[in-house]
């Protein structure tokens, strides 16, 4: 009985730490050894290849359920069947990977070809599942594996080269090789204990040095071109601002004045700070007034942008009916203190099933499912030409879980952003993880691109990310008696106190202030208040084009070919007739 149980133990604890790996739960280490219990699991099976069908899906579905549980706060009750039925969707890749696992698991006596090969095989597998899943049923690149290590900088170097993808295959490459070295040291005492003669070298793992020379490698790439303060230029300032209002109270009209007046007395207590640019979120503004379609919400944004004498940068809506025919945008805006609002905005490439719009295969769901509007997706990236302080930055937005999709980015990228800025909404996710597992993407982005990232939400994690993917000091405006302030009473000119580098210290501890994002007294993200950060560029990253930019999703695609490869290799040596 206990031989049987032992395993599905294994594979438990593996769907433990891989759940644990990624945010709420921030056990960002547990994705360098889930596969490797996993694997442990699928070597000690010894019950049916049914169970191990039925207890690896369950597995797989329990883990993105806990994932996900955020999903309940959006639409509810509807969002409790997003949330079983997104996870149950996902859940079926994870599900194909261990269908794998089980079948091609590395055995301790085959030779190191041939386990290599394997290893290599599950690993390139996991990574062509993870891009797969980028673009079939609408797309849904939510959680990579290797999001689970946005706030371990030194190990997301390499997705300048490969994207996350490069990322997620060092992690899942090195947890197999680190599960086929407990394998060998396993066997070896077993057969030694058994009485049987042993090699002294059985125990040698080479693809477990392998492994570590992936993640040694991956260090260097952080080690070799580490900040440094020299390299570092302070561009300008940005101010964000988060008016917490909930997803749904945004749309009612009674209010929508209320909205404004928190957006415009949070956006002027920054002026005090000297910020040079003010972001805005996604929906700053009521939704349900676009500023382009709706008398007076264009002069009344441009008028802040005066007020606070800094242009701003925010998402809100568009609105046109040319001749009966209407079309809605999603998007996002430039307002110049100088010039007013520019016109040349960016539509949202990549709506939200069933929630900005119905995919045409769900047709049956009309009656069900009612979108927040049937929006019209933009075209192509849009860069804003920003006059920040007497010179023009190239700044390109992307719009909440559009920067979940690297290609967005990366089209930006090509169409000459230097910085690129993220509006979002994540009120919708309640006050647990979802935030944070959003904004994880963030981070890749700004590291796959080399490019700054300003990130600005509603309430949930604003911040500015650096061109490796940290976030940089965040400074909360506070009112007169120290407290955040929330748009209620008057907001206090900030206390700076600088080193002699020029670099911001924390006033309570009077050391350099470490990176976070726009957090409360209470370190939390969730709160309505203003803040401020310096924008830092990297002077050892001016004009690089990284390789992934350049050449996009080239390692997933290589890995589905190794993965097709393998796997036709496979068939014909099984189907090739014996010698007798």
């Known amino acids: 009985m206990s031989g049987k149980f032992f395993p599905i ?211 260097y790439m952080y080690i070799g071109d580490m900040p440094k303060s020299q390299n570092a230029e302070k561009v300008f300032r940005v101010g964000m601002v988060q008016t917490d209002f909930a997803g749904i109270l945004n749309w009612d009209l009674s209010l929508a004045q209320g909205n404004l007046d928190v957006l415009k007395k949070l956006t002027l207590s920054l002026k005090g700070a000297n910020v ?57 805006f430039y307002v110049s203190e100088k010039n007013g609002l520019d016109e040349n905005f960016y539509a949202k490439q990549k709506l939200v099933p069933f929630g900005e719009y119905l995919p045409s295969w769900c047709f049956f769901l009309k009656e069900a499912v009612v979108p927040v509007g049937g929006m019209t997706a933009g075209q192509k990236s849009v860069v804003f030409n920003c006059d920040i302080k007497g010179k023009i930055r190239k700044i390109s937005p992307i719009i909440c879980y559009e920067d979940i999709f690297p290609q967005i980015a990366r089209g930006a990228v090509k169409a000459g ?51 490796y993917g940290r976030l940089v000091p965040t400074f909360a405006i506070r009112n007169g008696e120290g407290g955040i302030y929330d748009a209620k009473g008057v907001a206090a000119k900030p206390f700076e106190i600088m080193n002699e580098e020029g670099e911001l210290l924390d006033a309570g501890t009077l050391k350099k202030a470490s990176g976070n994002p726009l957090l409360n007294d209470e370190n939390s993200i969730y709160f309505r208040g203003a803040g401020y950060a310096d924008l830092v560029s990297y002077k050892n990253f001016d004009g690089v084009e990284t390789f992934y930019a350049k050449y996009g999703d080239w390692f997933p695609i290589a890995c589905f070919g190794y993965s097709i490869i393998f796997l036709i290799f496979c068939k014909k040596s099984l189907t090739k007739p014996k010698d007798y």
């Open 9 to 219: 133990l294994l594979l438990l604890f593996g769907f433990a730490l891989y759940a644990m790996s990624f945010e709420p739960f921030c056990a960002a280490e547990g994705a360098y050894v889930f596969s490797a219990f996993l694997l442990w699991a699928a070597h000690s099976w010894k019950s049916s290849n049914r169970l191990w069908k039925v207890a690896s899906f369950a597995g797989a579905w329990a883990s993105w359920i806990l994932l996900l549980a955020w999903l309940r706060f959006v639409y509810p009750p509807s969002g409790y069947f997003f949330m079983v039925g997104l996870s149950a969707i996902v859940a079926l890749f994870f599900w194909v990977w261990l269908l794998a696992l089980k079948k091609f698991t590395p055995l301790p006596y085959e030779s190191f070809l041939k386990r290599i090969s394997k290893i290599l095989f599950l690993a390139g597998f996991w990574v062509a599942l993870e891009w797969i899943r980028s673009f079939v049923f609408t797309g849904f690149p939510w959680l990579l594996l290797a999001h689970s290590q946005w706030q371990r900088p030194a190990i997301i170097q390499p997705a300048s080269i490969g994207g996350a993808y490069l990322v997620s295959f060092v992690l899942i490459f090195f947890g197999l090789s680190l599960g086929m070295y407990g394998c060998r040291i396993w066997a070896w005492h077993k057969s030694k204990l058994a009485g049987e003669r042993v090699d002294r070298f059985g125990k040698f793992t080479p693809e477990f040095y392998v492994g570590c020379g992936f993640v040694m490698a991956s260090l």
């Open 417 to 467: 952003a230097e910085i690129l800025y993220v509006c979002t909404n994540d009120s919708w996710y309640g006050r647990e993880g979802g935030a944070w597992q959003h904004a994880a993407h963030s981070a890749f982005q700004a590291a796959s691109f080399r490019k700054p990232l300003i990130r600005a939400s509603v309430n949930g994690l604003s911040g500015v990310f650096d061109q």
């Open 276 to 332: 040079d640019i003010v972001a805005w979120s996604e929906s700053a503004t009521p939704p349900m007034w676009p500023v382009i379609g709706t008398k007076g919400i264009k002069e009344w944004c441009e008028s802040v942008s005066k007020e606070v004498n800094a242009p701003i940068i925010m998402g809100n809506g568009a609105y046109f009916n040319e001749g009966g025919k209407v079309s809605s945008y999603n998007a996002a």
